[in-house]
């Protein structure tokens, strides 16, 4: 299953065109999840002890490893710096 978050009007429309030419079980694994669902919508799949603080979990979203490629590495344990560095950093 795939979840889409905060995505923007026109990605919806575009996915409205590209649907049309994908496998029923494909389009069935995308799910799009407003804002005001989030929360109960991600609680459903994943559960609340792995799911981020910032989406309703419990687990500090700082204790996640940051994804870093920018030096070469694939994933680098939660450092400010390098999450900023890759564009995965929330205040």
């Known amino acids: 299953?795939?979840?889409?978050l905060y995505t923007p009007g026109v990605f919806k429309l575009t996915w409205k065109l590209i649907r049309v030419m994908l496998n029923e079980k494909t389009v069935a694994k995308v799910k799009f999840v407003s804002d005001d669902k989030l929360q109960d919508t991600l609680l459903s799949a994943i559960d609340k002890s792995?799911?981020?603080d910032?989406?309703?979990g419990d687990r500090p979203w700082k204790s996640v490893p940051c994804p870093n490629n920018v030096d070469g590495e694939s994933v680098q344990e939660y450092d400010e710096a390098a999450c900023k560095k890759s564009g995965i950093y929330f205040e």
């Not at 299953?1 to 889409?4: E, G, Q």
């Open 50 to 52: 792995v799911l981020v």
């Open 1 to 4: 299953m795939v979840y889409l």
């Open 54 to 56: 910032i989406y309703g």
